[in-house]
């Protein structure tokens, strides 16, 4: 079965060289890439409706007989309409700048016809424009899968490669977990790729979407159990404190409770000599830097250099200058590595780094490259943890220039709220600190709800922070113009014109990395004090003077995303204030979940309300969150499954095409 999954695009019938190269662009190498390509969506083509049985504004198949074609117009005006009709009524199709289908021999007088399309009623007679037609002996009734565009290439030349490989698939194939299995699915993973593409009346759809899901979980599972056993490896032993006390003596203010038995719990995985293998889950500004601050302080001071692993440049230049506000004291500040450095200073820093002279260093995936090497690594710290896969999580504790052969300790953090019986199933290679509770002087960030018939009364507040020397956040759910929703930029013009003096700036995740850091500098320099982004700012992005941030289309973020957004104020001792602007049509749901955000500020609370309030989910072929490098599983919607697989699983004789093709190493980025 993985055999054929895995055999290369070139392949399949159609895909030339040109097709598999724009396909591998966009991640998709294997024959088992496109199967994993699951429909958004179904249409139902099992039957033709009559035309007396059509409604108005809906979509549907009809079939007849041709009565007539004519051109109306003339030019770029010019129209053919095609009178069809069938046993109950007649219907015109119009077509606009096709004047080719006037001469095409298909849709000639006494031609059958099977058209598709949204019918409306104008002046009492039946019309469809631009439907889909094909000759009615070409017809084959059936639920016809609809899938995203991908690569450029439409859903129909899509469901014709998935088409020809599931022609191919082996009546035979199995997967080795098929038997497995089997007490939670009666499918195997070969019937449920052929009913989740091409479904009969009978086919249970979720039943096979159920089935790929629990294949992925199994291999995910192993992966991590395997990665538990590799833990227990012997590591440096770090037992002098010094510099660590020296750091917890200069800080601003005293430990928190939570930050306290954070790094009692760290130190003591450090003191073992065993590996560490830690997940530090903190709340939004609970203080996770001065954690990571103090490990790095502890491995110098034991003589040990420190790594830590940013998902983003951004993210990675904020820790750097975080980091060494606290640790250049100390003698042992940071560096930075990041993909985009000229080649003259990272060939200097890699230099630095592997003859002893860094004593830690911050930086992106740069830092996973062949060419860096070590003198000693003996921490390594992984940041934003959940937008990592397992290979890559583990992969800076494992790197081959440690400069040592013993294993390298690992401490990762997120500031995601994950329930901790959730987090235990999808981390369960790792031991979990919570750290909860803010740092003195913070306040709560005081969150409103807002319809847009109340922007005025908002905009008189946005003034008033401005004025007070403020910043402002203001998020859009899309970088380009939607139905539902403006685009960044629409959104800046919009602010542009009523606060002209307020360096209005856009930021997205399609803007180039050196764009992105420009404008969150200028943001964070006052240059800029009203920022216009997307969800690109979840994470990492630390103004203390930001004081508001303004959601729009709130309804449609799930609680712990927007309470990421919403730990983006209120990070200083004035107080911070989130808008949840929203529409007044707000349905009894998103009217309770935006509530629990109001009067809840525990990101594991509204993490667990957020599970119990969304529930399974619908979308086939939309995987929502992308942590953990799943590729078909969505840690939201798929909780209850996990939890379920994660309580029943057993060890599996793990194939090595199986996590070759589950590829669960895959990052999701901004």
């Known amino acids: 079965m993985y055999d054929y999954l895995l055999r290369p695009l070139g392949w399949v019938e159609g895909i030339g060289a040109a097709a598999e190269r724009r396909l591998q662009a966009q991640g998709m190498k294997t024959a088992g890439d496109l199967l994993l390509h699951l429909p958004k969506g179904y249409r139902d083509d099992r039957t033709l409706t009559p035309v007396a049985a059509l409604r108005p504004g809906e979509e549907a198949r009809v079939g007849g007989r041709v009565l007539a074609r004519r051109a109306e117009g003339q030019g770029r005006r010019m129209r053919v309409l095609v009178r069809l009709a069938d046993e109950t009524g007649e219907i015109v199709l119009s077509f606009f700048h096709s004047p080719y289908l006037l001469r095409d021999a298909r849709l000639a007088p006494g031609q059958r016809l099977t058209v598709r399309g949204r019918a409306e009623l104008w002046r009492g007679q039946w019309r469809m424009s631009h439907p889909e037609w094909l000759p009615l002996d070409r017809f084959t009734p059936g639920i016809t899968p609809l899938y995203s565009a991908l690569a450029g290439f439409s859903s129909r030349r899509l469901a014709g490669w998935i088409g020809w490989l599931l022609a191919r698939l082996p009546l035979e194939a199995s997967s080795p977990l098929d038997a497995q299995l089997a007490r939670f699915s009666p499918l195997s993973l070969a019937q449920a790729l052929r009913g989740i593409h091409a479904p009969d009346i009978a086919t249970d759809r979720r039943a096979c979407l159920t089935r790929i899901k629990l294949e992925e979980i199994w291999v995910y599972l192993t992966l991590i159990r395997r990665k538990r056993q590799a833990a227990r490896k012997p590591a440096p032993a770090m037992r002098h404190d010094t510099l660590a006390a020296r750091l917890i003596a200069s800080l601003p203010h005293p430990l928190t409770d939570a930050q306290a038995g954070a790094w009692r719990e760290i130190k003591a995985d450090l003191y073992t000599g065993r590996r560490m293998h830690r997940l530090l889950q903190g709340d939004v500004g609970a203080g996770k830097t001065w954690i990571a601050a103090l490990a790095l302080a502890h491995a110098h001071d034991n ?88 290979r890559q999580r583990w992969a800076l504790a494992e790197h081959p220039h440690a400069g040592h052969a013993d294993a390298v300790h690992l401490l990762a953090m997120t500031a995601t709220p994950i329930p901790r019986s959730l987090a235990l199933a999808l981390y369960g290679d790792m031991d979990l600190s919570l750290m909860r509770g803010m740092p003195p002087g913070r306040k709560p960030v005081e969150t409103r709800v807002l319809t847009v018939e109340r922007m005025p009364a908002l905009l008189a507040g946005m003034r008033r922070i401005l004025a007070d020397g403020g910043r402002i956040y203001w998020i859009v759910p899309h970088v380009e113009a939607r139905e539902d929703g403006v685009s960044v930029e629409q959104r800046v013009a919009w602010l542009r014109a009523r606060f002209p003096d307020a360096g ?129 599983v969505d840690v939201v919607a798929d909780h209850a499954l996990i939890r379920e697989a994660h309580a029943a699983y057993c060890e599996i004789a793990l194939d090595s095409r199986m996590a070759q093709f589950w590829r669960p190493e895959r990052v999701a980025v901004d």
């Open 303 to 390: 003589g040990w250099q420190g790594a830590l692993l940013a998902p983003t440049e951004v993210l990675a230049a904020q820790h750097a200058a975080g980091l060494r506000a606290l640790l250049a004291p100390l003698g042992c500040a940071p560096a930075l590595l990041t993909g985009g450095m000229r080649t003259a200073e990272r060939r200097r820093l890699l230099r630095d780094l592997a003859e002893g002279r860094i004593a830690c260093v911050v930086g992106t995936h740069a830092l996973l490259r062949e060419d860096v090497h070590f003198h000693r690594l003996g921490l390594a710290i992984v940041d934003e943890q959940h937008r990592f896969g397992v």
């Open 504 to 632: 209005v700036l856009g930021l997205h995740g399609r803007l180039k990395g050196a764009d992105k850091r420009t404008r969150l500098h200028a943001f964070a320099e006052g240059d800029c004090r009203l920022l216009v982004a997307t969800t690109v700012i979840e994470v990492g992005v630390n103004v203390p003077e930001a004081r508001l941030i303004v959601i729009e289309r709130a309804e449609r973020y799930g609680l712990a995303q927007l309470h990421q957004l919403r730990g983006r104020v209120g990070r200083a001792s004035a107080q911070g204030y989130c808008i949840l602007l929203t529409d007044e049509a707000l349905g009894e749901a998103g009217r309770r979940r935006l509530a629990t955000m109001v009067d809840c500020h525990d990101g594991l609370a509204l993490a667990e309300a957020d599970l119990e309030m969304r529930g399974a989910g619908d979308a086939l072929g939309v995987q929502q969150s992308g942590e953990a490098g799943f590729r078909v």
